[in-house]
C-alpha cells in the first residue's frame, strides 16, 4: 500500500503544510516523481504532459496496471490532504476532473475505482497502532478507579489531560478512512456533489451484488458503502438525506415541469404508468401525488406517493380507480389511500425516506381535508408467490382438508403435485384463474389464509419477513385487511397472486405500535386477518 502522510501532521504544523501543499506547480511533480519535495522551483520542466488531468483522460481503468492504479491512487491521497486556500482552484478541478472520469466508466471499471477508494484510502494501521499506544499511556495517567463495579474513569483535574484528550483526538484522526475526506471534498467543491455520491452509492451497491470476485473484494467495498451512508461526518447520506433537510411538494399535471412529470413515469415502481392520459388520470380529482425533495439536487423527486381520496377503505385497485372517476366532491372522501411509494434513488438505499413521507403527506391532506379519518395503505405482497415456490415441498403449510380436496377435484388432470403447496401452484399456473370463478372461489380460502400467514407469521430475525410489511409496520401501521384480488394485473397475480394488503395508519396509536414492534417484534393486526389465520 503507498504510504501517505497523516491528515494530524498537517494539522500540528501549518507552516509546513503551506510549504509542502501549495499548488505552485504541476501536481504530477509532486505525484508522479519520485524524491520531489512538492517545491518545483529550480526543476526542469516535465517532458511531457503528465498533469493529473492529462493522466485522468488516459488512464484505462479495465485492465490498469500497477502504476497507473498507484498514480490514480496518489492523486486523489494529494488532493484529499490538500486544503483549498482562497482563490485556489487546482484541487476543485482536480476533484471535477475525477468525478467527470468516473461518470464515463463502465460498472467493471467504477468498480477498479471503489477498490482504489476502498484499499488505497483506508486507514494506515501504523499510526493506527502508534496513536493507540499513545492513547493508552496518556489514558494510564488520567484514569481513576471509579465508584462502582471497578470500572475506570478519567481524572477531569489531572495535570495531563489536555495530553490525553490530544491522544485521543489524533485517535480518532487515524481511525477516520482518507476516503470520508474525499466523499467530503467532492460534496463542498463540486456542484452536484450529493447526486454524484447517490449515484456513486448506487453504483457501489450494484458492484457488491453482481461483480464482486471474491470476499477480500467485498469486505473492502462494504466498509466503504457503511462509510458513504451512515459513518462519514457529518453521517453524509443518512444525514443530509433526513426529514429536516427534505422539502414535501405536491406533483400536478398543470402546474409541474414537464421533466419532473417524465420521472414520475419513468420511476413508478408499483403499478407502471403506461401513457401521459394514465398520468394526467393520476393526478386528477381525487388523487394526489407528493413528493420529497432535497435542496441539493432540486430536479429530483427522490422519492413520492400517490394517493387515493376516496369513501371507505380501498380493497383494490379498481376500487380506486372507480370511486375517483365517479367522486363528484373531494370533501366527500373519508379515507385517504396511498397506493404506490417509489423511491428513485437507488443510492439512498437504507435511507429511510418513505417513512416521513407518508407522515408528512398524511399531516398535509389532514390540514387540506379535516374530515379524512381513514389513513391506509394499499399495498402489494411482492414476494408472496416466489415465498410459495419455495415452500412446495413443506406439508404443513397447507392442511389436508376439505378446502384443499375441493380445489384438487376442480383442477382434475391441470394438478399433477403431490403436495399440497403444490396443488395451490398449481392452480395458479392455470391461465387467467382469477377470470374462473369456480377456481377462483376454490383457491380464495386457501390463499387469503396463506396470505395472512405470510405477512404476519413468517419473520426474519423476528420481523416480518414481507418487506412491504416490515416497512409499514415498522412505521407504526396495522395489519388491518387482506384484500382478495385487489390487483389482477399480470404484475400483480405474478408476485402476489392478486393480493393486497391495507396498512392502516390510526395518527394516535402509530407511535405505541412502533415501540411495540422494534422492541418485541409485536405487529398490530386487525379483526378480518387474525379470522383468516384461525380458520
Not at 488531468?53 to 491521497?77: H, V, W
Not at 494506515?124 to 481513576?144: G, I, R, T, W
Not at 402489494?380 to 380445489?407: G, H, K, M
Request: net charge neutral.
Amino acid at each position: 500500500m503507498l504510504v501517505r502522510r497523516s491528515l494530524r501532521a498537517f494539522a500540528t504544523s501549518s507552516t509546513q503544510h503551506l510549504s509542502q501543499r501549495q499548488w505552485r506547480g504541476p501536481l504530477a511533480t509532486r505525484c508522479f516523481q519520485s524524491g520531489s519535495s512538492g517545491d518545483d522551483r529550480g526543476s526542469k520542466p516535465a517532458p511531457e504532459d503528465i498533469t493529473p488531468s492529462s493522466f485522468l483522460k488516459s488512464i484505462d481503468l479495465s485492465n490498469p496496471t500497477a502504476e497507473d492504479r498507484g498514480k490514480l491512487s496518489k492523486i486523489i491521497q494529494e488532493v484529499v490532504q490538500t486544503k483549498a486556500n482562497t482563490g485556489d482552484f487546482v484541487p476543485r478541478v482536480v476533484i471535477g476532473n475525477l468525478c467527470a472520469k468516473y461518470k464515463t466508466l463502465n460498472i467493471e471499471e467504477k468498480k477498479q475505482f471503489l477498490l482504489i477508494l476502498a484499499r488505497d484510502l483506508h486507514v494506515e494501521p501504523a499510526l493506527v497502532e502508534q496513536d493507540l499506544n499513545y492513547f493508552a499511556e496518556n489514558f494510564a495517567h488520567v484514569q481513576h478507579d471509579g465508584e462502582s463495579h471497578g470500572q475506570s474513569e478519567i481524572d477531569w483535574q489531572h495535570e495531563r489531560i489536555e495530553r490525553f484528550l490530544r491522544t485521543f483526538r489524533n485517535l480518532r484522526q487515524s481511525l477516520t478512512p482518507l476516503y470520508e475526506t474525499f466523499f467530503q471534498q467532492v460534496l463542498s467543491q463540486r456542484e452536484g456533489g450529493m447526486l454524484f455520491l447517490v449515484q456513486m452509492r448506487a453504483d457501489l451497491l450494484q458492484v457488491l451484488r453482481k461483480h464482486v470476485d471474491h470476499g477480500s473484494e467485498a469486505a473492502a467495498l462494504r466498509s466503504l458503502d457503511v462509510s458513504l451512508k451512515v459513518s462519514c461526518a457529518p453521517n453524509f447520506l443518512a444525514s443530509w438525506f433526513s426529514v429536516g433537510f427534505l422539502q414535501l411538494e405536491r406533483v400536478t399535471y398543470e402546474h409541474s415541469p414537464g421533466r419532473l412529470l417524465e420521472k414520475i413515469i419513468r420511476y413508478e415502481a408499483v403499478h407502471p404508468v403506461g401513457t401521459i392520459i394514465e398520468l394526467k388520470r393520476r393526478l386528477g380529482k381525487g388523487r394526489r401525488c407528493f413528493a420529497f425533495f432535497h435542496p441539493s439536487v432540486p430536479d429530483e423527486p427522490l422519492v413520492f406517493v400517490h394517493v387515493a381520496l376516496v369513501e371507505e377503505l380501498a380493497a383494490g385497485m379498481p376500487y380506486i380507480k372507480e370511486a375517483t372517476e365517479n367522486l363528484e366532491d373531494e370533501s366527500s372522501a373519508r379515507a385517504a389511500i396511498f397506493y404506490s411509494i417509489s423511491s428513485t434513488q437507488k443510492g439512498l438505499q437504507g435511507v429511510d425516506l418513505g417513512n416521513f413521507l407518508i407522515k408528512e403527506v398524511a399531516k398535509a391532506l389532514k390540514s387540506e381535508h379535516p374530515h379524512l379519518e381513514i389513513f391506509s395503505t394499499l399495498s402489494p405482497i411482492p414476494n408472496f408467490v416466489p415465498w410459495l415456490e419455495s415452500q412446495r415441498q413443506n406439508t404443513e403449510l397447507v392442511a389436508n382438508d376439505d378446502r384443499l380436496r375441493a380445489l384438487r377435484n376442480m383442477l382434475g388432470s391441470r394438478s399433477t403435485a403431490a403436495s399440497t403447496v403444490g396443488t395451490v401452484l398449481d392452480a395458479l399456473a392455470v391461465e387467467n384463474w382469477h377470470e374462473d370463478l369456480v377456481l377462483a372461489s376454490a383457491l380464495q380460502p386457501i390463499l387469503m389464509k396463506l396470505g395472512a400467514r405470510y405477512v404476519y407469521l413468517e419473520k426474519k430475525r423476528g420481523k416480518a419477513l414481507c418487506q412491504v410489511a416490515n416497512f409499514h409496520i415498522r412505521n407504526g401501521a396495522i395489519f388491518e385487511r387482506l384484500n382478495w384480488l385487489g390487483d389482477p394485473s399480470p404484475k400483480g397475480l405474478h408476485q402476489s397472486a392478486g393480493l393486497m394488503v391495507n396498512y392502516k395508519y390510526d395518527l394516535t396509536r402509530v407511535e405505541s405500535n412502533n415501540e411495540n414492534y422494534l422492541l418485541n417484534n409485536v405487529i398490530a393486526i386487525g379483526d378480518q386477518p387474525q379470522q383468516l389465520l384461525s380458520s
